[in-house]
Every structure is written in C-alpha cells, then in structure tokens.
C-alpha cells in the first residue's frame, strides 16, 4: 500500500490546518501519528471504514478525522492549534489493525512519507 500525505505548513497559534492522506488501497483503519523534534512518533487520531473514529486525549475537541472511502482519501482537520501540536506528521495504515491496537504504531505497516506541522506562539 502507498500512501501520500499533504497539507502541513506553518500557522500562528489558534489557527487551523488540514492534513490529507491518499491511500492506493482500501483497509480497514486509517491512522495520523505524529513525531515532535526528539520525541517518540505518538498516535494522533484512527478512523475505521464505518467512519468510527479514535482521538489521542490530547487533540479531542480540536481535531477531526474524516474519510472518504471510494476515494480512499483521508483529512485530519487540525483546530485550535497549538504549538506543542508542531511535529510530522504520518498517516498510516495496516492490515492487523483492530481496535484493541489502533494507537500502536507497530500495528501499522504502511507509512506515509510525512508532512510538517509547526505552530508558532
């Protein structure tokens, strides 16, 4: 599986972005991490083919995960931004995904190359 991420930049504190991933294949979980400068890579946001979703507690209320299925498109709609929200950020899917393991990155075998997210205060 291939997969293309997109739509970092740069945003004041507060502002807003959209991230989106393109998938060459449908699966069942489709996943946002994200790795800080000197950080471990941490889970962000998974979204299931029945649109279900799962949030890291530290983005509920502000992000939002979507996806469009025959497209096999997903968008990570980034509100409230703040900058400790800064880092790359990676899509990622998997075929041994399920929802016991949807926040662990050893779950997921596909990546995507990455896009920078940086907030400034």
């Known amino acids: 599986v291939q997969l293309q991420a997109s739509g970092g930049g740069l945003v004041q504190a507060g502002g807003s972005l959209r991230l989106s991933c393109v998938a060459s294949?449908?699966?069942?979980?489709m996943a946002w991490f994200r790795q800080a400068p000197g950080k471990e890579r941490d889970f962000v946001a998974a979204?299931?083919?029945?649109?279900?979703?799962v949030y890291a507690d530290s983005v509920k209320g502000r992000f939002t995960v979507l996806r469009d299925n025959a497209k096999n498109t997903m968008t990570l709609q980034m509100n409230s931004l703040r900058p400790e929200d800064t880092a790359v950020y990676y899509c990622?899917?998997?075929?041994?995904?399920?929802?016991?393991?949807?926040?662990?990155?050893?779950?997921?075998?596909?990546w995507g190359q990455g896009t920078q997210v940086t907030v400034s205060s």
């Open positions: 990622a899917v998997g075929s041994s995904v399920i929802a016991s393991n949807v926040a662990s990155q050893s779950a997921y075998a596909y």
């Open positions: 294949e449908r699966t069942r979980y």
């Open positions: 979204i299931k083919v029945d649109r279900s979703t």
